[in-house]
């Protein structure tokens, strides 16, 4: 985050993809410019938090308060990003990324390790929440399965009215890498990203872990369309 524009970048295991840029049109000192400029990030962000993305990295130089404003922005107008099941893991980085030189060396730097291992514990207790709401619901059109073949069932179908549409699909590492049948979970996993469904793969050694652990490793929410 600059003065006058913001960079968004897609930052995958191995590949960094720009995915915009957003300039102030007008001047920050401004209320009503700087409240638009804030609702351009989130409204370029709502794509990919569709996608299922909850890590949210912010970058800013030293001694600006760019990323404070923007996230304060976040919490009076966009209270769903902050709490509810949907909430994004928001960290701060000091720097800059406005070129793919800048952000590859933000990804290589420890502090970006340790960020994301944060953030990423923080989503999945995030859909831990989300499980735990779901197992504990009245509610007619939540579904919760817990074995392979009923995952398989609901993921592999087409979607349509009065089925089931899969969520979240949330595994152990152990449970994926004590199955004796690799290729059909690696093949579950792949249809299921093709499909937007919000996958996770977790330590077991985490709460979030453990947790999925008692429930048999595998467990997918999914919602009556």
Not at 94 to 118: E, M, P, Y
Not at 130 to 136: A, G, S, Y
Not at 159 to 172: A, C, D, F, I, S
Not at 178 to 191: C, F, G, S, V
């Amino acid at each position: 985050m600059e003065e006058t524009y913001s960079v968004l970048w897609k930052i995958f295991s191995r590949v960094v993809k720009l995915e915009n840029t957003i300039n102030l049109e007008g001047s920050r000192s401004n209320s009503k410019d700087l409240y638009n400029f804030h609702e351009s990030i989130v409204n370029a962000l709502r794509p990919t938090l569709k996608e299922g993305v909850r890590s949210i990295i912010l970058v800013s130089p030293p001694k600006t308060t760019f990323v404070a404003e923007f996230v304060e922005h976040v919490r009076q107008h966009h209270k769903w990003l902050v709490q509810g099941p949907n909430k994004a893991a928001f960290s701060q980085m000091t720097g800059s990324a406005n070129k793919l030189s800048q952000v590859a060396k933000l990804t290589k730097s420890s502090t970006f390790r340790q960020i994301i291992n944060l953030t990423a514990a923080e989503e999945t207790e995030n859909l831990i929440e989300v499980l735990e709401k779901r197992l504990n619901s009245s509610e007619k059109k939540s579904r919760v399965l817990f074995s392979l073949e009923e995952v398989e069932t609901v993921v592999l179908s087409k979607h349509k009215p009065g089925r089931l549409k899969p969520e979240y699909l949330l595994l152990t590492d152990k449970y994926l890498s004590d199955n004796r049948e690799k290729n059909r979970l690696h093949r579950l996993m792949q249809i299921a990203a093709n499909r937007k469904v919000k996958t996770r793969v977790v330590n077991v050694e985490s709460p979030a872990g453990v947790r999925l652990s008692q429930l048999g490793g595998i467990v997918c929410i999914a919602q009556l369309e």
